[in-house]
């Protein structure tokens, strides 16, 4: 397994996002508002959620840039 083929869990993909919160991701996978972000969907083993860091990474690049009071990506 590549470091690209990582599993990572949601602590790191809210880090991954800015540090956004538990119920920001569950949005993104679960609310029907955030469909057509197409946020990548878990892999569940267990009771647990993992994601790929290549694909967070490749759906952050395709996010566009937002203006805001920090200068940050906009991720939703």
Known sequence: MTD???LIRARRVRKL????SD?????LVNDGQ???LNFPK???IGRMNYWRRRE???????RPMA???RGQKAVA
């Open 4 to 6: 690209d083929d990582e």
């Open 17 to 20: 996002l800015d540090d956004c």
């Open 23 to 27: 119920m920001h991701i569950w949005r």
């Open 34 to 36: 955030y469909a057509n």
């Open 42 to 44: 878990p892999l569940k």
């Open 56 to 62: 967070i990474q490749e759906w952050i690049r395709q």
């Open 67 to 69: 203006s805001s009071t």
